[in-house]
């Protein structure tokens, strides 16, 4: 059975985004610290799970990078754009993106579904809304959170939607020079 994997940045105070619109200002920027961690995650993985709301901006944006081969996001807009993409949406009606469907049916029915298809593993980077809902419903395999060096006060987390606790297990962790710790954990 294929594994999920949620990619996020967080703060040390355990927050995704500051508001509605996922908005990240506070996200140290440290592309030699993290660039071979997460080009490992897209090679261990060759299908994106996005919620509709991030995918519009996603999509077109790592399309955009693709054609920009001396840009320092060329590596990973490589494997994004090459990956096979799923959005989760009540209100698309068809997909304007390449390699991109659409999942209209109940999250947790879809998700499994996926799980059970031959292939490698699948990865989640959001929005907020889209993995507090797969947290949630216990749907997420593997967390690599990329923590930041900075609190925030409030915000949003990716665990506001938890019902009950959800114990996790430490399998890696890893210092960046920029103060960024990237902790691997697994569902236990």
Sequence with gaps: ??????????????FNSTGANDEQQWITWDLDGIRQYIINLLDTSDTILLGRKLAVNYIPFWQDTFTKPDGPMFA?????????KVVFTKTLDNSVWDKTILAK??????VNKLK??????????????????LIREGLIDEFH???????IGKGVSAFEQLEKWQPLKLKN???????IFILHYERN
């Design 76 to 84: 990973f807009a490589t494997r994004i754009v090459n990956a096979r």
């Design 1 to 14: 059975m294929r594994k999920l994997k949620l990619q996020m940045q967080v703060t040390v105070d355990g």
């Design 105 to 110: 049916g109940n999250l947790k029915e879809e």
């Design 145 to 151: 959170f990329f923590v930041n060096p900075i609190a």
């Design 173 to 179: 962790t890893i210092t960046c020079n920029s103060g």
């Design 116 to 133: 059970s298809q031959d292939g490698q593993d699948m990865i989640v980077y959001g929005g907020s809304a889209f993995v507090s809902s």
